[in-house]
């Protein structure tokens, strides 16, 4: 079994409280047991819920053939420990567009692109990928109460308000949360909005084709011995998608067309007479047709492609809908198994154990914040690429503009998105007397009093010294983007991995602390853009926490310069012969994280301008970002709302003219690590809020690790206020 992304520390739960009662599970009912609604029950069990689907069906074979499983899709079931690759996904690796006549168009190596994206994208078995969440959601095994899956329930009514649920049988049940996961044709959606799904202008018909078939016919040998590839064919009007699944062995065929050449029910298994078939894509290619040729009558089905006015929203009192219910997908982009998966992610994020029943339609309005933007954009973007219910600029437009449709839908993990939504508005509750002190992307900070604002010190730091130990490495930018403070920062590409630095700084024989010094460690996120309210982008990495082990640089770099700083010990270690350097970061007593350097060796350093910081910014040749907030002084409305100060400084390269710039030749390192542990709250009752994020940071690979020693540090006099 492939394993699931790790973090980079051990994490613990320090949030419970010695005595305190168990919270009661909320009582939830998932209409429609397809990938969605078991999505979302896997990610409501998992949350300590008791959860139970109703499915109309008998399960007896799960309709579909094959299914996109997109990056955005494989990240979160991979958090829920869903593995697709486990069922015979296959990896997709190349893509290839044909004219209908057998030109090829163009072939794009999709490899070259994979480090774009955390997660890979496959190509499953539908059917394989269900079972595989039907088990996982009712295995005893696992975190939470196995999920009861009751077929051959019929609704017949749902009532928003009570979260009542009526079957065909006359049974009844009731719920705290309501979800409807039951596709296209949603009964559950009466219960929310009147829309009605409708016939767009196309169908398509779909096949599995044995790939030894393929490879045993000779027009279509050569075609059929290219593996991880999807093929498409297009004509004016219609087309044919051709990928692979099940280990590369089976063949799976969409024939897209206009809706009129085709005979369509509202039945997702219709068979389609072969001939019709053969009769719509009778101008394709030999190599296409002829595997169009070896379609099983059987198994081959013709259905609609369904559409639906978009709803005024996918919520009302206790009613959720997800999936296809919400917001049917065209398959041009691949996504509405995604977004479906998307959807109960989200819905599992918005309700951790202990939410009361009372609170569920606030939550609800949270996924709906979370998920109706996003799911109504992808859907149009699907229809954009199909042309369906558009205007002809808008599809001349979209032409051009796939690219961007994809990357809209790859870059996002709708755990971090959603998380940081239920985050914000827990932050935000009026009912709290929360106390904000930055770094404020963390959260309300339980720490010491505030004290009144001192002027800095500044004295000359031309004769004092650094030494910094840092590891750049490669990161999840989707978590990373839940850091920053604002709008106003985005990452410079929409990739979702994305490096960052964290170093170690020592500074000694600073005048201003009378000689002495102090040791810092900070974090910098590279590649980090700002637009500013006039419309200028600056550029370089972005500082979202500080720590330091002395309370007069800590509180001068946060309240004059806007350095994000909090306390904690940092223990250095060396030992030059051995070529070894280390870091031990602990508050009284309890150690949180560790840096380490081996192998060091002396290189000539390639720029002697003595730029490093006394403050710890990032390498010297960027310039950083750095967010400031300063609350209000008494004990009165201690609030967000009432901070005195609240704007982002931006700290130009170089960030002085007055650091000195002798410089010693820098040390390498490739075997350098860290890690960091997600102490509970009562040992780190002032930092747990910080420490329990980072160390959900995850670590793709070291880029660079430097110890580097630098007369002079620098004053920050170029600092501005954006």
């Given at each position: 079994m492939a394993e699931a992304q790790q973090t980079n520390g051990i994490h613990t739960n320090g949030d419970s409280q010695a005595g305190a009662a168990a919270p009661a599970p909320l009582k939830v009912i998932i209409i429609g047991g397809g990938i969605g609604g078991l999505t979302a029950a896997i990610a409501l069990r998992q949350q300590g819920h008791d959860v139970d689907v109703y499915e109309q069906s008998r399960f007896a074979n799960e309709v579909g053939a094959a299914i996109n499983m997109v990056p955005n899709a494989v990240g979160v079931l991979r958090r829920l420990g869903v593995h697709v690759e486990d069922e015979g996904a296959v990896l997709l690796k190349q893509t290839s567009f044909y004219k209908h006549t057998g030109e090829l168009i163009s072939t794009n190596d999709?490899?070259?692109?994979?480090?774009?994206?955390?997660?890979?994208?496959?190509?499953?078995?539908?059917?394989?990928?269900?079972?595989?969440?039907?088990?996982?959601?009712?295995?005893?095994?696992?975190?939470?109460?196995?999920?009861?899956?009751?077929?051959?329930?019929?609704?017949?009514?749902?009532?928003?308000?009570?979260?009542?649920?009526?079957?065909?049988?006359?049974?009844?049940?009731?719920?705290?949360?309501?979800?409807?996961?039951?596709?296209?044709?949603?009964?559950?959606?009466?219960?929310?909005?009147?829309?009605?799904?409708?016939?767009?202008?196309?169908?398509?018909?779909?096949?599995?084709?044995?790939?030894?078939?393929?490879?045993?016919?000779?027009?279509?040998?050569?075609?059929?011995?290219?593996?991880?590839?999807?093929?498409?064919?297009?004509?004016?009007?219609?087309?044919?998608?051709?990928?692979?699944?099940?280990?590369?062995?089976?063949?799976?065929?969409?024939?897209?067309?206009?809706?009129?050449?085709?005979?369509?029910?509202?039945?997702?298994?219709?068979?389609?007479?072969?001939?019709q078939l053969l009769d719509i894509y009778r101008e394709f290619e030999p190599r296409i047709f002829t595997m169009l040729e070896m379609a099983d009558p059987e198994s081959l089905k013709v259905y609609p492609l369904f559409d639906l006015e978009t709803l005024p929203s996918f919520i009302k009192d206790r009613v959720a809908l997800i999936g296809d219910a919400a917001h049917p997908f065209t398959p041009h982009l691949g996504q509405g198994g995604a977004m479906a998966i998307e959807d109960g992610v989200s819905l599992g994020v918005m309700m951790p154990l202990g939410v009361r029943p009372d609170e569920v339609p606030q939550r609800l309005e949270l996924y709906n914040k979370a998920?109706?933007?996003?799911?109504?954009?992808?859907?149009?973007?699907?229809?954009?690429?199909?042309?369906?219910?558009?205007?002809?600029?808008?599809?001349?437009?979209?032409?051009?503009?796939?690219?961007?449709?994809?990357?809209?839908?790859?870059?996002?993990?709708?755990?971090?998105?959603?998380?940081?939504?239920?985050?914000?508005?827990?932050?935000?509750?009026?009912?709290?007397?929360?106390?904000?002190?930055?770094?404020?992307?963390?959260?309300?900070?339980?720490?010491?009093?505030?004290?009144?604002?001192?002027?800095?010190?500044?004295?000359?730091?031309?004769?004092?010294?650094?030494?910094?130990?840092?590891?750049?490495?490669?990161?999840?930018?989707?978590?990373?983007?839940?850091?920053?403070?604002?709008?106003?920062?985005?990452?410079?590409?929409?990739?979702?991995i994305a490096q960052a630095t964290f170093s170690v700084q020592s500074l000694t024989n600073l005048d201003w602390l009378a000689g002495g010094g102090y040791e810092v460690l900070g974090l910098h996120i590279h590649g980090v853009q700002y637009t500013t309210q006039d419309g200028e982008v600056l550029n370089g990495s972005y500082c979202p926490v500080m720590f330091e082990n002395l309370p007069d640089p800590i509180l001068s770099g946060r309240e004059e310069l806007g350095f994000p700083k909090v306390y904690s010990d940092i223990q250095i270690t060396e030992d030059e012969s051995t070529g070894t350097y280390g870091a031990r970061i602990s508050w009284r007593g309890a150690e949180w994280a560790s840096f380490e350097w081996q192998g060091l060796r002396k290189q000539e350093a390639q720029d002697s301008n003595g730029t490093d910081s006394a403050d710890a910014t990032t390498p010297h040749d960027e310039s950083v970002f750095v967010h400031?907030?300063?609350?209000?002084?008494?004990?009165?409305?201690?609030?967000?709302?009432?901070?005195?100060?609240?704007?982002?400084?931006?700290?130009?390269?170089?960030?002085?003219?007055?650091?000195g710039t002798d410089s010693k030749p820098a040390r390498h390192t490739t075997e350098a690590s860290f890690k960091i542990h997600d102490l509970d709250v009562k040992r780190l009752p002032t930092l747990h809020h910080i420490v329990s994020r980072l160390a959900e940071i995850p670590v793709f690979g070291i880029v660079e690790a430097t110890v580097t020693e630098k007369k002079g540090v620098n004053d920050f006099s170029n600092a501005r206020r954006i």
């Open positions: 999709n490899t070259k692109y994979a480090d774009r994206w955390q997660n890979p994208f496959f190509l499953a078995h539908r059917a394989h990928l269900h079972k595989h969440l039907k088990d996982v959601a009712m295995s005893p095994k696992g975190k939470g109460r196995p999920v009861p899956v009751h077929t051959s329930c019929k609704l017949t009514d749902v009532d928003a308000q009570t979260g009542t649920v009526t079957f065909q049988s006359g049974h009844q049940v009731q719920g705290d949360l309501v979800i409807g996961a039951d596709g296209v044709q949603s009964v559950t959606r009466a219960a929310v909005g009147k829309n009605q799904a409708y016939k767009s202008n196309h169908s398509a018909m779909r096949f599995l084709l044995p790939r030894e078939s393929a490879l045993a016919h000779p027009v279509t040998h050569d075609l059929a011995t290219v593996m991880n590839s999807m093929e498409m064919w297009y004509s004016s009007d219609r087309k044919v998608v051709v990928y692979p699944c099940v280990n590369n062995t089976l063949l799976n065929f969409v024939c897209v067309h206009p809706a009129h050449l085709s005979d369509t029910s509202d039945d997702y298994n219709q068979r389609a007479p072969k001939a998920r109706y933007e996003r799911g109504t954009m992808i859907q149009n973007y699907s229809r954009i690429v199909g042309g369906d219910g558009i205007s002809d600029k808008e599809r001349r437009e979209g032409q051009f503009r796939v690219h961007e449709y994809f990357d809209a839908a790859f870059s996002h993990d709708e755990f971090h998105a959603s998380e940081q939504i239920l985050r914000e508005y827990l932050w935000h509750q009026k009912d709290r007397n929360l106390y904000w002190r930055q770094p404020t992307v963390f959260g309300p900070m339980p720490g010491p009093r505030q004290d009144v604002l001192g002027r800095p010190r500044t004295d000359t730091l031309a004769a004092s010294s650094s030494l910094k130990a840092s590891i750049k490495f490669k990161t999840s930018a989707t978590l990373l983007r839940t850091l920053f403070p604002n709008p106003s920062y985005r990452f410079a590409k929409p990739d979702t400031k907030c300063i609350p209000a002084s008494g004990s009165a409305q201690r609030a967000k709302s009432s901070v005195d100060a609240e704007y982002d400084v931006f700290h130009p390269y170089p960030a002085s003219t007055s650091a």
